[in-house]
């Protein structure tokens, strides 16, 4: 999976040294990171005049803070490869101001002329950056309270559950639709469901990423194990 989904990177960067990526956290990338790192130090792929942009970042957590989503992008990629460190962008969770943080974040990309490839994880109950299930689909870069289910899952990185960050700032759906090619990866028997339901059930808020069932390209690389109940 890790592989399959780093040629899509390494060949939109190939076409078009000079793209915008949206880039993504988890566990689930990490794999593919490895692999781009692999690409550039062999000299197949350069990140010199790429620019990123993060979907997410806790609320309350500066970048030097080992759980904040900018930490995670230096150690698995940004640091390992020759990305100019002034094209990286995650959203910055040490301002307390979030109307301003989210609206400087939505006008960077827009500046950027908007996202050529958005790399996307699946969280378990449906969530793409931290859009969580809900009754509407929020539309651009915003401040979310983040769901039970969400902060139990990412607790497995902290020290205690009462250190995971209760907030976020997250690019919208609509900031995520806007970008021209979306690329999906899942791996493991645990997002099994939700693979099925995004990709197969009705498009519904509820699953904040079943409207990746409206995009134009999207493509979705999952392990055999993700992607059992599609067969
Ligand atoms: C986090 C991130 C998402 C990510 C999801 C799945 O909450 N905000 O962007 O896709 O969890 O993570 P994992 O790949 O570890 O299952």
Not at 194 to 199: E, G, K, L, N, T
């Amino acid at each position: 999976m890790s592989r399959a989904a780093a040629d899509v990177i390494a060949s939109r960067i190939k076409e078009d040294p000079r793209c915008v990526l949206g880039l993504a956290t988890g566990s689930t990338p990490i794999g593919l990171y490895a692999e781009l790192v692999n690409d550039c130090n062999a000299g197949e792929i350069s990140f010199g005049e790429v620019s990123t942009y993060n979907l997410d970042e806790y609320r309350g957590l500066a970048g030097d803070h080992e759980q904040s989503y900018r930490h995670f992008m230096q150690k698995h990629l940004f640091d390992l490869v020759d990305v100019d460190p002034a094209a990286t962008h995650v959203p910055d969770g040490a301002n307390d101001d979030a109307e301003a943080a989210c609206w400087d974040y939505e006008q960077s990309i827009f500046e950027a002329g908007g996202i050529d490839l958005q790399l996307l994880g699946l969280g378990h109950n449906g969530h793409i950056g931290f859009n969580e299930p809900s009754d509407e689909f929020p539309v651009n870069t915003h401040l979310v309270k983040l769901h039970e289910r969400t902060i139990e899952a990412n607790s497995r990185l902290f020290d205690h559950i009462d250190e995971v960050p209760r907030e976020a700032y997250t690019m919208g759906v609509g900031t995520i639709m806007h970008a021209a090619e979306i690329l999906v990866v899942a791996s493991g028997s645990d997002k099994a469901q939700i693979v099925y339901d995004a990709f197969f059930g009705p498009v519904t808020p509820q699953v904040p990423a079943s409207i990746l069932q409206l995009h134009p390209n999207v493509t979705v690389i999952v392990d055999e194990e993700a992607g059992a109940l599609c067969v």
